[in-house]
């Protein structure tokens, strides 16, 4: 799994349905803790991850204050905000229930 930037990440929603993005950074222990996580959910549903130093503008548009942040996109928008660590089965049954 990369990291998105504008171009990517703007593709990656509006191409897929249902997709959960994970705003991070690589100084934020909370985020490495959930980013194996995060890789395992990457084989059964879509999932992209932004590097909030990186794409700051991506973090602003969507008002990312902590981290870690996930946004489930649902047809390109934004339909659930997850802030902090969540299992592996929270998560997928928040997926599940959008779709």
Known sequence: MTDLNDGTFNQL?????LVLIDF???WC??????APTIDKLGSKYKVG???IDENSDL???YRILA???M???KDGKPA????????????????????
């Open 13 to 17: 929603i509006k191409d897929n349905a």
């Open 24 to 26: 991070y950074a690589t």
């Open 29 to 34: 222990g909370p985020c490495l803790m959930l």
């Open 49 to 51: 991850k932004v590097n």
């Open 59 to 61: 973090a602003s548009n």
């Open 67 to 69: 981290i870690p942040t």
């Open 71 to 73: 946004i489930i996109f």
């Open 80 to 99: 659930k905000t997850i802030v902090g660590l969540r299992s592996e089965e929270d998560l997928s049954a928040l997926i599940e229930s959008l779709k």
